[in-house]
Structures are given as C-alpha cells and as structure tokens.
C-alpha cells in the first residue's frame, strides 16, 4: 500500500487542495481513503484499524498537505473523536473495579524503560549528547495511542483481561502527560549551536540560469570550499557517497546536499533557479537546491541543521514563495520570516 499509495497521494492531493471547494473536498478524501482501506485490511482478515493507520501515515506525511488542512484535523480529533473514544472506553470497563496497582506499575515500568532506554540508546549510537537522547527517548514515551487501541482489540479478542487493559490505559495517559515536561528538561540541557539564521547570508544566496545539477553544485561547492577553506575534492566525493544512501531531493522541487567534514563551523550556500532542472531522472523539477556542510565531531548540529531547513519548506507554497523573490536579499528575508 505505501509503495502504491505514496505517490498516488502526492499527485491528487494537490489538485484536489487547488481544484475542489476547500477544506471540504480534502477532508473527503482523507475520510474516505480511511473508510475503503479499512475495508480493505477487514476483508483480507487484518482488523480495519490498521488499514485505516496506514491511509494517516501515508496522507499525513504529504508535504503538500497544507498546515491548515492538518490543524483542522488535529481540532475534530482533539475535541470530538478522542472524548467520545474515552467515553468509549469508560463504557466497555469498569475501571475502579480492575484497578491493580501492581499491574499498573509492571506495565508503567516496562513502558517507560521500553520506550525511553530503548530509543535513547539508539539516538546515543547515532551520535546524539545525553540530554538529547534522552528527550528523543521520552519523545517516544508519549505515543500511547495505539496501545490503547490494540488493548481493545486484544480485550474484545480474549488475550487479555480487564485488569491488563486498565493497565494499558493507565499507561498510555502516564506517559503522555510525563513526556512533555521530561523533554523540556533535557532540551533546556542541550548545548545550543549555531542556527540557520546565524549560518546563512545574502552572500552565499544565488540566483542561478545554470541547468544541470553538476553546474550548480560545482557553484555551490566552490563558494563553500572559499569560504571554509574546505578541500573541493573531498567535499564533492563525501556528497556522492551521502547521495547514495540518501536521496538529495527531500521535497518536490527541493534537494538538501549535505556532507559532515572536518571544519569548525557548519556552512551552507543555495542556488535558487527559477525555472526549475533535473537533479535526477527519476526526480520532479528543482527549484531551490542547499548545499550543507558541517562538523563532522557535532552530528547532533547537522541533524538540528537539517530540521530547521527542512521546517522552512513545510508550508506547500514555500518554495514558489522563495523563488519569486526578485534578490538575495528578499531570500534571506524569507528564512527570516520562516524560521
């Protein structure tokens, strides 16, 4: 479904979001592409829920969804379904009578040190501090959602019982509401690097005719291997050995060459080209095209780099936004404005 679906969404989502009367054209879709993949998984013996998850990762990670669409779904989720799914909830179990403080705490701790110990040991091997792996981790901690919907699935199906299933829910709500503080705590710990605002200049901003993506970052890497004193040839083939494994072109119409190097600071130059080129076959017109290089000893800088970038573009009328300002100068204005 997602090697089918993805692309599909990526294509009709935008046309319906510009042709149909908005939001309602949208918010059918999303309803209804939810509806027929449930049905979908029910008939071929998977539970519906799953088949409806998999139409919100897939549509729910478009790029071109507009925030609006998405701030409208997140409201009728908030204020309508998710009360009436605890109503549902509180209905199905008596929960003053199958309260186990014991089982609570086995649950709540099997979570807590699930979740947090495990994904905070997978942040520290990439590379991440302490205090970030352990946001990263209690990150993760908060997404109690589905375990509460496969309790009910494993309730109604006799794996578990009541007891087991208070547990769960006891779970879930512990954990999203310990999250949120927890992160904010390690985050504040986190040493603070440089940011985009403080990497990026008119200067390194340019408005680019050329019309292969081996002009343009030959440009592009020369104004950084200038201002960096970085070694051309090492940082062309470190882009090539990263573009192997992770596709430069991270959003229609965007690619994010990036490489980690052995300077002091992070820098980053961008060509924007207004009739847009083929960065790869297979890939949509590129417009805006950032080159990225920064220390190899700070992975937690590049990452932090690379989302704030990213973050830039979520609004799908970015890039056409940034590529029609008439000078460098109205360009950084623009990730001023952004960021």
Same mark, same amino acid.
């Given at each position: 479904?997602?090697?089918?679906?993805?692309?599909?969404? $990526?294509?009709?989502?935008?046309?319906?979001?510009?042709?149909?009367?908005?939001?309602?054209?949208?918010?059918?879709?999303?309803?209804?592409?939810?509806?027929?993949?449930? &049905?979908?998984?029910?008939? #071929?013996? !998977?539970?519906?829920?799953?088949?409806?998850?998999?139409?919100?990762?897939?549509?729910? $990670?478009?790029?071109?969804?507009?925030?609006?669409?998405?701030?409208?779904?997140?409201?009728?989720? =908030?204020? !309508?379904?998710?009360?009436?799914?605890?109503?549902?909830?509180? /209905?199905?179990?008596?929960?003053? #009578?199958?309260?186990?403080?014991?089982?609570?705490?086995?649950?709540?701790?099997?979570?807590?040190?699930?979740?947090?110990?495990?994904?905070?040991?997978? &942040?520290?091997?990439?590379?991440?501090?302490?205090? %970030?792996?352990?946001?990263?981790?209690?990150?993760?901690?908060?997404?109690?959602?589905?375990?509460?919907?496969?309790?009910?699935?494993?309730?109604?199906?006799?794996?578990?019982?009541?007891?087991?299933?208070?547990?769960?829910?006891?779970?879930?709500?512990?954990?999203? /509401?310990?999250?949120?503080?927890? @992160?904010?705590?390690?985050?504040?710990?986190?040493?603070?690097?440089?940011? /985009? /605002?403080?990497?990026?200049?008119?200067?390194?901003?340019?408005?680019?005719?050329?019309?292969?993506? $081996?002009? !343009?970052? %030959?440009?592009?890497?020369?104004?950084?291997?200038? %201002?960096?004193?970085?070694?051309?040839?090492?940082?062309?083939? $470190? +882009?090539?050995?990263?573009?192997?494994?992770?596709? &430069?072109? !991270? +959003?229609?119409?965007?690619?994010?060459?990036?490489?980690?190097?052995?300077?002091?600071?992070?820098? @980053?130059?961008?060509?924007?080209?207004?009739?847009?080129?083929?960065?790869?076959?297979?890939?949509?017109?590129?417009?805006?095209?950032?080159?990225?290089?920064?220390?190899?000893?700070?992975?937690?800088?590049?990452?932090?780099?690379? &989302?704030? =970038?990213?973050?830039?573009?979520?609004?799908?009328?970015?890039?056409?936004?940034?590529?029609?300002?008439?000078?460098?100068?109205? @360009?950084?204005?623009?990730?001023?404005?952004?960021?």
């Amino acid at each position: 479904m997602f090697i089918v679906a993805k692309p599909l969404s $990526d294509r009709v989502i935008p046309r319906i979001q510009t042709r149909y009367s908005f939001p309602g054209s949208i918010l059918s879709f999303i309803f209804i592409s939810g509806l027929v993949a449930a &049905a979908i998984t029910e008939a #071929a013996g !998977i539970h519906a829920i799953f088949g409806a998850f998999i139409v919100g990762v897939v549509i729910g $990670d478009s790029s071109h969804l507009k925030e609006s669409t998405r701030e409208i779904i997140h409201q009728f989720v =908030t204020n !309508i379904f998710a009360p009436l799914f605890f109503i549902s909830i509180g /209905l199905k179990v008596d929960f003053f #009578a199958h309260f186990d403080l014991i089982m609570v705490l086995i649950v709540l701790g099997l979570a807590i040190v699930g979740k947090v110990v495990g994904c905070g040991i997978g &942040a520290r091997m990439g590379g991440m501090s302490f205090s %970030e792996s352990m946001a990263i981790g209690f990150g993760m901690n908060s997404r109690g959602a589905m375990e509460i919907i496969l309790g009910i699935l494993a309730l109604e199906a006799g794996v578990i019982n009541e007891t087991v299933f208070v547990a769960l829910v006891v779970m879930a709500l512990v954990t999203s /509401l310990i999250s949120a503080p927890m @992160m904010g705590y390690f985050l504040n710990k986190v040493k603070k690097f440089e940011t /985009l /605002l403080q990497i990026l200049t008119s200067k390194n901003i340019f408005i680019s005719s050329l019309k292969s993506k $081996d002009e !343009i970052l %030959e440009m592009l890497i020369n104004r950084v291997a200038e %201002e960096g004193q970085v070694n051309r040839l090492k940082l062309k083939e $470190d +882009l090539l050995i990263r573009e192997a494994t992770f596709p &430069a072109v !991270i +959003l229609p119409g965007l690619a994010l060459p990036h490489a980690k190097l052995d300077v002091k600071r992070a820098y @980053m130059a961008i060509a924007i080209n207004r009739k847009g080129y083929k960065y790869t076959e297979e890939d949509d017109p590129v417009f805006v095209t950032i080159l990225m290089v920064s220390p190899a000893d700070k992975p937690e800088l590049h990452l932090n780099l690379l &989302a704030e =970038t990213v973050s830039v573009f979520k609004e799908e009328d970015a890039i056409s936004d940034l590529v029609s300002c008439p000078n460098p100068e109205e @360009m950084l204005q623009f990730f001023q404005n952004r960021v």
